[in-house]
Each structure stands twice: as C-alpha cells, then as structure tokens.
C-alpha cells in the first residue's frame, strides 16, 4: 500500500534570539491513505511543529525546512507558495487546538467557510453558501440556515471546533492534520468531536494525522500512532500493539505514567529528569541520559528507525521485548 | 442600535453644557481688557467705554452673561465681535469651508498614506523598507505642525517654487503643502498604530487558520488582519483628527490661510470673547461629532460591538 503521506528525515531550526533551535531532527512519519495516525509526545516534542511544516506554515524568514515532505509522491518543501496555497485546504487541511481563537471573529460563520469553499472552487456567492449550510449540518450544527449566519462569539467552543472542522472538510481533502482538536474542549465535548472525526474518516476515506498529548485519544481513535521525543519520532507502531508492547523504553515509559494504569493507591509512574533543551543538534539518543536501559553505546551515535516485527518501529539500540514486562 | 445612538447623542448635550460654560468662564479669566480692543487702545471717555460695556452686556454678571451668550447660541446666534464690529456666525461661516476642506484633505491624504505604509511595514516587518519607513515616520512623530509647515514652505514654496508659499482661496493647489504639513504627524501615529495591530493581528490564530485553508496571502492580509486591525486604527485616526483641528490653527497661520485658526489666534490676541467663545464651541462640538461618528462604526464594523 502506498503511503498518502511520507515524512523523511524532516529537519526544522528556527532562528530564535537564543540561537538556533532544533526543533525537528529528522523526523520520519508515515501517513497511509484513510487511516487515523496519532502522534503523541509531551510538549515541546515537535508534534506541532510536524504537522505545521506539512503545510508550511512557519515563518520562512525565521525557520529553515530540510528533508522531504511526499504528498501522494509530490514533494511539498519544493512547491511554489502558489502551489502550496492551493494545496491547503483542498488537498490537506488542518484544524487547530484553540477554535475560539482560530475563528474569525468579525466574519459570520457561514462567510468564513463560504469564502475559501469559493477561492478552491470558484463557485458564485450563492452556491457556496448553499454549500457552507451543507457543510454545518453535516458537522451537526443545525439549523444550519440560522446558524450560518452567526458569529464565531455566539457559539460555544465545541461548535466553533465544529465550525473549523466544516471548514477543513469542504474541498474533501485527503489528509487532516487535527492538532490537538480537543485540548481546549471539556471531556464530553471532546468524545463528540472525536466521534465526528472518526466518522467523516470512514465516510470520506479521509486520512486523520491526530496530534495529541493524551494516549487514552490515541486509544479509542488512532489505526495506527507515532510517538516523537525531543524534535524526532522513536517508535510508530499499530496503536494496540504499540500500546500493550511499546519497543522503545521512552514510550513505554510515557504509557506507563498514564493516571489510572497502576494498581488502585499507587503512585503516578513519572519519568525522571526532563527533555534536553533543543540548542544543539542531537548527537546520540535524545533519550539515552534518562533511559534505565541505556548503554555507554546509547550515548556514542542516534539509533536509526528499525523494524521490530510486523511494520513496527522503534529508534532505539535495544529495544525493549514486547513480551517481557518493563522495569523503569 | 438607534438606542445607542440616543444615548450617545444625549451624552454629547451634556457634555456641551460642561465645556459652554469652561469656555466662558476660561475666556474671562484671560488678563486682558476688551474695552480696550474695541477701541484699539486709543483714549476715550469714561462714558464711551461704559456704553461699549454696556452694548456688549459686559457690564453685567458673570451669570447673567453665560445665559445671555447660551440663549443666543442656541438660537444660533453666536453674538457680535468686538473687534469686526460682525456676526460671529458670519465670520466663522466666511472661514469655516478653508478650515474644514484643510482637515479633510489633510485626513484624507493621512490615511491614505498611514494605512498602506503601516500594512507595508508589517507584512515586511524587520526589513530593511521596513526600517526606513520606520525612522522616516519617527521624524515626522518627532516633527512639530509648525516646523514641518516651514520647513516644507522653504523646500517646496520657496525654494523649488513648485506650490505657492501663501494661500489665496484659489483651488486645490494651494492647499496641498499646507494640507501635507498638517497631515505629516497623523501619518507617523496612525502608520506606527497600524504596523503594530497589523502585526499582532497577522500573528494570530485566525489568520493561521485563513493561511491553513489556502486563501491568497494579499486576501489575507486585506480582508481577514487589516479588517480586524481597523478598530484600533480607527481609534487613533479619530483622536488624531481631532489634533488636526488644532493643527490647522498653526497651519494656517504659517500660510496666511485665513480660515478658523486665524480667526481664533486673532480674537485671543483681542480678547474678544464672542469669536473665541464662538470657535472654540465649534471645534468641540466637531470633535465630539467624530466621536459619535467612529462609536457608530466600530458598531458596524465588528459584530461583538453590535450584538451588545
């Protein structure tokens, strides 16, 4: 199976005035075609900045893109802005963690997603308004006739994540990018609005990149997840097989300090020390200084992605036996 | 909305009664002698002097006076100068058009220039253009009214001779080097204010969303951030209008316009209360007119105003 989306070795420095910081060190992902694929990772990770660099949306004057981006075989880092602000949108589109402010807020809903259904496709006024209405009552917000016509501050924060994901689908894109399209929700909420996503994934054969912090996310929506540490991705893996066995010792110490795992009355598994700052390039495992498995080896070089069974893959010298209980 | 507007309006009557009698009460606490205006400081008799005071009510109470100048006022009827020996209304109707067409076209030529020039600034923030845009409007921040109208008289009246260094009534011409010195400050201000909500609003969430779904970059820009800056614009361009009012004064001077500022600096200078009193009313009942009128249109302009 072809992949919709391919990532290698996507490297990311932005221009701060501390220095140059690495955000992305080569980061690998692939994304196939009608699949939810989580990415997960505290913050500072990258998570957001992957996916904000699929569809170029940093600052060119202050970051620098290396690597390769493939989009059903084209490359993005090579695209024209012109070509690339056809692409968002019709091909790729992204929703965002804040919709109360991803909104604008003088725009009447209905406009806003009129309005760029009408650059993509040229349709008259008319048409795209008819579709905005289409398109509301497909993410559930009805009566769509009436609601079209509010504004952004007139609806609660679960609809105006409704109204951005009405938005995101109008083209029929392939690919969503969803960061963290439920942070800012309350947990009802957020169940609904992943159900919503699920739901047009499976009818529009849409694929779903779901970044997120919360593994339980991953659990009930994710096919398959990424976990990235430190501006890389360490392990990807089919989300149960990742979730019962993680190879790599980072992600399974990340399931492992999920609250609820452990025995009723014990303490929160934590993970000691804390991420490396991202001003240097990374050497050898971004992991190895807080890893109980690490070896003097760990520190010397950076592990390649390696196929530990099946599709699964994890950047790590020894990964760990998916049989064998962990000890961190 | 039309509530609002009431509500506003009746703001504003009150606010006038106040600064009716400020005016009144702080051009009679000027040191100077009317009388001896009027009569250009020649020696006259006692009984003169007292029939002069007598016809121009000066010899009555404070009180008494303020509800006699009030009454006419409202009756628009502004009084008679002291020194023009005529209507104060004539003469500010004889001047009005010159002040009035200065500010709008000084106005007009600032926004104008403020909003592509701050928009500009913005989009290319940091640059070098953006730089030099930004020293060039610091000195015009820097750049007193007076100073720039001189310095422009003696570069482009003057020197160059390209535009006339007096004003004479004769066309649009003769207005566009005074109405460039009264705009030069409001350009610098409201092209700072600009750059920086421009700024602000291109770096928001919403406009990350506008990029994310493929709209153009210059639709971006226009329609979704320079949309959503314009409150704070319109806020400072409102107040700076307001300046202008004042500025023209100098202006007008510096170019022997003869408009209102003119007219003000002369009656000052002559104590004479009806013109001072008369202009000065004018002035902030125009001010507050803009007042109403930008309230109205942050209304129409953002819906979480409108809907309140």
New interface residues.
């Given amino acids: 199976m072809d992949n919709l989306l391919e990532i290698q070795n996507l490297t990311v420095e932005l221009m701060s005035t501390r220095g140059i910081v690495y955000a992305l060190s080569g980061v690998d992902l692939a994304v196939r075609p009608g699949e939810i694929h989580g990415i997960v990772g505290e913050s500072g990770c990258g998570k957001s900045m992957t996916a904000k660099s699929i ?1 170029r ?1 940093h600052n060119p ?1 202050r970051s620098r893109m290396r690597g390769s981006i493939r989009f059903e075989g084209r490359e993005l880092l090579d695209l024209s ?1 012109r070509e690339m ?6 091909d790729i ?2 929703i ?1 963690q ?1 919709p109360m ?7 009447t809903i209905g406009g806003q997603i009129a ?2 259904y009408r ?2 496709t040229g349709a008259g006024k008319a048409e795209a308004w008819e579709k905005a209405q289409e398109l509301l009552a497909k993410v559930g917000i009805e009566p769509a006739s009436k609601r079209c016509k509010q ?1 952004p ?2 609806l609660s924060g679960g609809m105006q994540q409704r109204v ?1 994901i009405a ?2 689908i ?1 083209c029929s894109p392939k690919l969503l990018i969803a960061d963290e399209p439920t942070t800012a929700l309350d947990v009802t909420i957020q169940a609904q609005i992943l159900e919503l996503l699920q739901q047009l994934s499976a009818d529009m054969g849409m694929s779903i990149l779901l970044i997120t912090h919360n593994f339980g996310v991953v659990a009930e929506t994710c096919d398959r997840v990424s976990v990235m540490y430190a501006g890389k991705v360490v392990e990807t893996g089919d989300t149960r097989e990742l979730l019962q066995g993680a190879s790599h010792p980072y992600s399974r110490a990340l399931i492992r300090s999920i609250p609820g795992g452990g025995a009723k009355g014990s303490r929160l598994e934590t993970i000691p020390g804390s991420p490396p700052a991202l001003f240097e390039p990374p050497l050898s495992c971004m992991f190895a200084p807080r890893c109980p498995y690490a070896e003097e080896g760990c520190l010397k070089a950076y592990p390649a992605m390696a196929d530990c069974g099946g599709g699964h893959l994890a950047a790590c010298f020894k990964p760990l036996d998916k049989e064998v209980p962990a000890h961190v | 909305m039309g509530k609002f507007v009431l509500k506003r309006l009746g703001q504003m009557v009150l606010v006038l009664i106040a600064v009716s009698v400020l005016i009144f009460a702080m051009v009679r606490i000027t040191p100077s002698d009317p009388v001896a205006s009027m009569t250009n400081g020649k020696n006259v008799s006692e009984e003169t002097k007292q029939e002069l005071r007598e016809h121009y009510h000066l010899d009555k109470s404070y009180p008494e006076q303020y509800v006699i100048w009030i009454t006419g006022v409202l009756q628009g009827d502004f009084g008679e100068s002291f020194t023009y020996k005529q209507d104060v209304d004539f003469l500010i109707g004889e001047r009005i058009g010159t002040t009035l067409s200065l500010v709008l076209m000084a106005g007009l030529l600032a926004i104008l220039i403020a909003i592509p020039v701050g928009v500009i600034s913005a989009v290319k923030m940091n640059t070098w253009l953006d730089k030099l845009l930004s020293t060039l409007t610091l000195i015009f921040v820097a750049s007193p009214v007076f100073l720039t109208a001189l310095v422009l008289m003696l570069v482009f009246a003057l020197e160059l001779k390209w535009f006339p260094a007096i004003y004479q009534g004769n066309g649009i011409r003769e207005m566009i080097l005074p109405a460039i010195a009264l705009a030069m400050n409001m350009v610098a201000l409201t092209s700072r204010i600009t750059r920086t909500t421009m700024i602000e609003q291109l770096n928001s969430d919403y406009i990350r969303t506008a990029t994310a779904k493929g709209l153009p970059r210059g639709r971006v820009i226009i329609t979704y951030a320079l949309k959503n800056a314009l409150i704070p614009i319109i806020t400072v361009t409102s107040v700076q209008i307001g300046t202008m009012l004042v500025g023209a004064v100098l202006v007008e001077s510096v170019f022997a316009m003869g408009g209102l500022g003119d007219l003000l600096i002369s009656g000052i200078k002559a104590a004479d209360y009806p013109v001072v009193q008369g202009v000065t009313l004018l002035m902030v009942t125009i001010f507050l007119v803009i007042n109403l009128l930008v309230d109205i249109l942050y209304a129409v302009l953002d819906p979480r105003i409108r809907m309140k």
């Fill in positions: 569809l949306l004057q802005n602000e056809k692409l968002r949108g019709t589109s992204m965002f804040d402010t991803s909104l604008n807020p003088i725009m309005d760029m650059v993509h504004y501050f007139e951005m938005m995101a109008a």
